[in-house]
């Protein structure tokens, strides 16, 4: 499931995470710092003071970490990260980023892809060049409660966009309590592969709640899993591409209608198995995995991707909870919140996506090697929305982008919709081209595409 719960993160997590907390030192802080009964009571400065990591390894960056309680009837916790733009920080616009999965970290998104810090293979920090912050405030969390160093009681699991909405929302409203100076900034969600459903659920919340403290304006989605009953399109674009032959693509094609016919009658769990037989990397054998010798389909031009698991050793240090008051918290892995999201993985969010665009600008980008969801899965789905730009996306022409004099991609815009192809990136776009995924957050932002 896209991002895709990647069978060797999982693997990766569980075992790290095990063996990492049986040498837990008694000296470690036992209480994770949840800072809404402070908020709550107005003592912002005070949980300001305590939210703020000190670590000389974060060197100059300074950042925030902590809990939002989102759900007290369940003790639904929301961890985050928050790292405050490294200039202009008043007037910097504010960026949410969501991980997909279902069940992924944002810490992947962190240490993996824009943020400030990259974990490197002998355990230690290094700054990231073209990390986001140097433009952007930038708050990762790890969503929804039971991912990573999110928490719940067992009944407090989401199982479906809608409670994933409020629960962000809620997150998202205590952020701007503690960082009142903030609120007043333009604010926009991002977050790459099944956060294609996570963006919209809290956009949709804002948009049907009222902004209030939120002054949300817009969103931008990497390898978007959105609709996926218009995205089953792997058959003719792995035949394209030289991956499959025409046998395994009538093979493959078969596959997908049964897919396809049992999301159109709603039967979402036998749906979403046809689909995780078809190409889900986290079963072994599946279809894709045996015509095609591939275990991660990530990057068509990658037989197999390099762990992205040195972050969570990291994470997993004394030193390191104690700095992001994560307190004895455990780091979850996704098979939790995949279980309890089985009938939402083969939902769609194509009619808020729909409405979003009449109030708020929104960017899909994808790489051009992916496998998961295709660019042309994602175009697919874009052609068929209903929006007031809806025939111009569809006849407007691509235009190059350019980066330092590199064609990094191809850009169309149509109304408030922009989608744009990204060259030589697989699914995790910002890890396989940092400088030009840099480039188009930044184009985004302040509407430099136009």
């Known amino acids: 499931m896209p991002n895709f719960n990647i069978k060797y993160i999982i693997a990766c997590i569980v075992t790290v995470s095990i063996h990492n907390l049986e040498g837990l030192s008694k000296d470690v802080d036992q209480l994770p710092l949840i800072l809404t009964p402070l908020i709550k009571s107005h003592n912002i400065e005070e949980a300001k003071i305590k939210s703020e990591v000190r670590f000389a390894e974060f060197r100059e960056i300074k950042s925030y970490a902590g809990y939002f309680t989102v759900n007290e009837r369940y003790k639904s916790n929301t961890f985050f990260w928050f790292f405050p733009c490294e200039s202009d920080y008043l007037n910097a ?3 949410l980023w969501l991980q997909g999965g279902p069940g992924e970290s944002s810490m ?57 909405g409020e629960q962000l929302y809620d997150a998202m ?14 604010f ?53 591409i030289g991956l499959i032959d025409s046998k395994s693509r009538r093979q493959m094609k078969e596959m997908e209608r049964r897919a396809i016919d049992l999301t ?14 078809l190409i889900y990397e986290a079963r072994n054998n599946t279809f894709f995995q045996n015509v095609t010798g591939f275990t991660e389909p990530i990057n068509y031009l990658k037989l197999k991707d390099k762990s992205l698991t040195d972050y969570i050793t990291y994470l997993q240090r004394d030193d390191v909870k104690r700095a992001i008051h994560v307190g004895n918290s455990t780091f979850h892995d996704a098979v939790m919140v995949d279980k309890h999201l089985a009938e939402d993985f083969i939902q769609s969010v194509a009619p808020w996506i729909s409405e979003l665009l009449s ?92």
């Open 93 to 95: 616009p504010v960026l």
């Open 108 to 164: 992947i998104g962190l240490f993996g892809e824009n943020g400030p810090f990259v974990v490197n293979s002998s355990y230690k920090l290094e700054l990231r060049k073209y990390r986001w912050t140097k433009k952007f405030s930038i708050i990762y969390i790890d969503n929804p409660v039971g991912v990573g160093f999110s928490f719940t009681d067992d009944d407090g699991y989401a199982r479906n966009q809608t409670i994933i």
């Open 173 to 186: 409203s205590q952020f701007f309590d503690l960082f009142p100076e903030l609120a007043n900034n333009d």
């Open 188 to 240: 926009f969600i991002t977050g790459q592969s099944y956060a294609g459903k996570y963006v919209p659920s809290l956009a949709y919340t804002i948009l049907k709640k009222g902004s209030g403290k939120i002054h949300l304006k817009g969103l931008a989605i990497g390898s978007a899993y959105s609709d996926p009953i218009n995205q089953f399109v792997y058959s003719d674009y792995l035949y394209q």
């Open 264 to 277: 159109a009658k709603k039967e979402w769990i036998a749906a979403a198995d046809a689909f995780a037989d």
């Open 359 to 450: 109030h708020y600008k929104i960017m899909f980008y994808n790489g051009q090697v992916d496998i998961i969801v295709p660019y042309p899965s994602v175009t697919n789905f874009l052609e068929k929305l209903n929006f007031s730009s809806a025939e111009e996306y569809k006849t407007n022409d691509r235009r190059f982008w350019y980066v330092n004099g590199d064609l990094a991609g191809y850009v169309k815009q149509a109304g408030n919709l922009t989608e744009v192809l990204v060259r030589k990136a697989g699914h995790m776009i910002p890890r396989d081209q940092p400088e030009w995924a840099f480039d188009l957050i930044t184009k985004f932002v302040y509407n430099q595409f136009a």
